[in-house]
């Protein structure tokens, strides 16, 4: 296995499938099975997910919400979404804990890393939820936070894409697909990876990034063995 222990980063937009708001109980439980089959393949996972499917902080800033108390409600968000990626993966029998970057202490642990790495060594998912429990920063930005205090092997972004691109492939059918880059080149070319704290925190760190396909069935135990999937993103 190429990737023993990762950091999982998922989207909130995600969750909501074939709807435009919430989580969507089949999307839901597809990323469940995803994550099953890495964790029943030996890998130690964490994950991160977002909460743009429930609340944004800068949606409510541009709405004349205070940006700190619009980013304190997206942060309540993830936790949410991290509640139903919790019951949907206990569901299929895997031991999973639930850590926050904001104090919830009735529904999460206060993350740190030694307690992280302690549960993913024991033979648990940990879902971290609550992003770095400080405004201002992204969830993407908490990924790389996270990823780091427990001593990830890489982060892995799971989008709806299959990876980096000169241009957005949605909108341009002649965007061409990096199989790898670095981070200097990636800066470079200002490819949208991460935002740029989290991107920094990642290449200060050397922390590897795979851009994969989270929509694809077995990429994401592909990505844990090795084999080409997705765009790495290196030193």
Request: net charge neutral; hydrophobic share 45%.
């Amino acid at each position: 296995m190429k990737y023993k222990r990762v950091l999982l980063k998922l989207s909130g937009e995600a969750l909501e499938g074939s709807q435009n708001y919430g989580i969507d109980p089949q999307r839901l439980n597809a990323y469940a099975q995803e994550v099953k089959a890495a964790y029943d393949a030996g890998a130690q996972i964490a994950i991160v997910i977002g909460g743009g499917n429930i609340f944004r902080g800068l949606q409510g800033a541009s709405q004349g919400m205070d940006r700190v108390q619009g980013d304190y409600m997206g942060m309540l968000a993830t936790v949410i979404n991290s509640m139903a990626v919790q019951s949907a993966l206990q569901a299929l029998g895997v031991k999973v804990s639930l850590l926050s970057g904001v104090y919830i202490d009735k529904i999460a642990e206060s993350m740190s890393g030694p307690r992280a790495i302690e549960l993913l060594q024991s033979g648990h998912v940990v879902v971290i939820a609550g992003g770095t429990g400080n405004p201002f920063f992204t969830t993407d930005t908490a990924a790389a936070l996270r990823a780091v205090e427990i001593k990830a092997d890489a982060i892995l972004k799971g989008t709806r894409v299959d990876g980096i691109y000169t241009a957005d492939p949605e909108k341009d059918p002649t965007a061409v697909r990096f199989d790898q880059i670095t981070f200097t080149e990636a800066y470079a070319k200002q490819l949208k990876v991460m935002d740029l704290t989290a991107f920094t925190l990642c290449m200060e760190n050397d922390m590897p990034i795979v851009v994969f396909d989270m929509n694809k069935g077995g990429n994401l135990r592909d990505v844990l063995l090795g084999l080409p999937v997705g765009t790495l993103v290196t030193r």
